[in-house]
């Protein structure tokens, strides 16, 4: 009875996901194998670096992988097209393949070196040093500066103003 369940489930997937790949023919097979056109990546840090590695055997580095960024966005494209046109079962991935990752901060292209060797592709991104976040302002002592005023008052080097005296505004009175 499990077949026939199979096979609807099959069904409705197709009906609902047309560019799903084949079913696999194993049930062991997961599914989640087929979730989306991406490929598998690592993500670690070595000697000061942020390595990326994608798994993109097959491929020819010069003609059809692509490694852009963008600020913090990190972006490996790659394509594989399939030559021949016969039906048949098959597993592999064909057509683009995209994946993307948040880098720790920006980064200069000129900075990134990529290396595929064996079917992996190897994007090393230089960590930057920690800086402060901000800038120190200097701040102005006014204890110094009212001091200092003083001093040349008191010296008669500043010239002085004679203070109008206080002059009491004349009472108005509002009819009630």
């Known amino acids: ?8 489930a099959v069904a409705i997937l197709r009906a609902i996901f047309p560019d799903l790949p084949d079913w696999p023919e194993s049930p062991g097979t997961p599914l989640l194998a087929f979730s989306a056109q991406a490929f598998r990546v690592e993500e670690l840090e070595r000697d000061g670096h942020y390595v990326i590695r994608a798994e993109l055997s097959g491929l020819d580095p010069a003609n059809d992988i692509e490694v852009t960024v963008d600020g913090r966005i990190l972006t490996i494209y790659a394509e594989r097209w399939q030559k ?14 995209t994946r993307t990752v948040k880098l720790p ?5 000129q900075d990134i070196t990529a290396r595929y060797l064996k079917g992996i592709l190897e994007v090393s991104v230089p960590i930057p040093s920690a ?4 800038s120190r302002i200097p701040i102005e002592d006014a204890d110094v500066l009212g001091s200092s005023q003083e001093t040349e ?4 080097t500043t010239a002085t103003a004679p203070v109008p005296e206080a002059s009491t505004p004349p009472l108005v009175s509002r009819p009630g």
């Open 84 to 97: 021949d046109d016969e039906p048949h079962r098959t597993e592999f991935r064909y057509g683009p393949l």
């Open 1 to 8: 009875m499990a077949k026939p369940v199979r096979r609807q």
């Open 131 to 134: 800086k402060p976040e901000g």
């Open 153 to 156: 008052a008191a010296a008669g």
């Open 105 to 109: 901060a920006p980064v200069d292209a």
